[in-house]
């Protein structure tokens, strides 16, 4: 098991930026892989990125693809979300998840820790 806190969300203007963080304890960060998932009001959560053991690979939904992006400190236990260019379609609850692969992997199910979210309101 690692427990795992997100913070940084927020109210951000449309076009504006935001950084989450994840921090990690009760197991080294560097034994899974990360992932962040969403969910809007009335929609289910959705996967948003993910990123290797080693940080080496990333993940991204189509729908964040080139505005966010994932990183991680395994030193500090720590992994970051950099939200750029948001969009009021980026509302939602932000969850971040650990997985216990070897590999990078995409799907809720695949995720066997979750944090308790942080929410991410982008105004028009």
């Known amino acids: 098991q690692v427990q795992l806190v997100e913070s940084g969300g927020g109210l951000r203007q449309a076009g504006g930026s935001l950084r989450l963080s994840c921090a990690a304890s009760?197991?080294?960060?560097?034994?899974?892989?990360m992932g962040w998932f969403r969910q809007a009001p009335g929609k289910e959560r959705e996967f948003v990125g993910s990123?290797?053991?080693?940080?080496?690979?990333?993940s991204y939904a189509d729908s964040v693809k080139g505005r966010f992006l994932i990183s991680r400190s395994n030193t500090q236990n720590q992994v970051f979300l950099q939200m750029n260019s948001l969009k009021p379609e980026d509302t939602a609850v932000y969850y971040c998840?650990?997985?216990?692969?070897?590999?990078?992997?995409?799907?809720?199910?695949?995720?066997?820790?979750w944090g308790q979210g942080t929410q991410v309101t982008v105004s028009s």
């Open positions: 998840a650990a997985a216990t692969s070897s590999f990078i992997v995409t799907r809720e199910y695949e995720f066997d820790n």
């Open positions: 990123i290797s053991r080693s940080g080496i690979s990333t």
């Open positions: 009760g197991r080294p960060l560097s034994q899974f892989v």
